[in-house]
């Protein structure tokens, strides 16, 4: 006599296949106007989190929660904790999330007056997202050079101040850095207004990233 396999077990058989198929790792790249694209002449294929898509495949989602303008500082101009992308980023339940934030934060009226609240802010978004999951692996970005003080970002605080911060913070944390400062140091052919890379400069930035996954 052959044993039937019941209804109710096939079906949850053939959803837990699916599940398991089409599961994806979530990478969310949370940052400012140069995670956003702006700039790039069809910013919706070409920015650097798109690039990294492409690259990455189907086994990743990479979705871009850039927001121009916005600051790390809770207290800047523009903070970025009162987005809506940032509540999107946090629906989005991400596995990986790659930060890059503070080229705003180097505007004069914030630094000068907010910068001893930079670390302890930035401490707080990463405690925001490893309290969603405490699995979620952070990454954080050292943001590119600021080639011109063009809208009052200063390239000395970038360079001299803030990158000390954002190393401190990695390193007390256990996380890893994402060096772009490094990246485009003597490089500004990549950034025509000074601060937004184009689109040649978003595919050197994929592939900085992108190498983080294909060398697990």
């Known amino acids: 006599m052959k044993s039937r396999i019941p209804n109710f077990l096939l079906t949850a058989i053939f959803f837990f296949l ?8 979530k990478i ?21 989190p798109k690039q990294l898509q492409n690259k ?9 929660f850039g927001v121009s303008g916005a600051t790390l500082l809770k207290k800047g101009d523009k903070p970025y904790w009162e987005q809506p992308e940032f509540k999107s980023a946090k629906e989005f339940m991400p596995d990986v999330v790659i930060i890059m ?19 302890s802010d930035y401490n707080s978004m990463i405690q925001t997202f490893k309290k969603l999951n405490p699995k979620t692996k952070i990454y954080i970005g050292l943001p590119p050079p ?4 063009r809208w009052d970002m200063q390239k000395t605080v970038v360079e ?3 990158l000390i911060i954002l190393k401190k913070v990695a390193a007390e944390n256990g996380f890893k850095t994402i060096d772009f400062f490094s990246l485009f140091q003597g490089n500004s ?11 040649e400069g978003a595919k050197i930035m994929a592939d900085e990233v992108s190498i983080l996954f294909f060398n697990k």
């Open 160 to 162: 001299f101040e803030m």
């Open 189 to 199: 052919i990549y950034f025509p207004d000074g601060v937004h890379p184009n689109s």
């Open 18 to 25: 699916i599940i398991s198929c089409s599961t994806a790792t």
């Open 146 to 149: 600021v080639f011109e003080n």
């Open 101 to 119: 934030l503070g080229t705003n934060d180097s505007k004069t009226f914030n630094w000068e007056i907010y910068k001893n609240e930079f670390k």
């Open 56 to 64: 990455l495949g189907k086994k990743y989602e990479v979705q871009n």
């Open 28 to 48: 969310a790249c949370v940052g400012d106007s140069i995670t956003y694209g702006s700039g790039i002449i069809e910013r919706d294929s070409l920015s650097y």
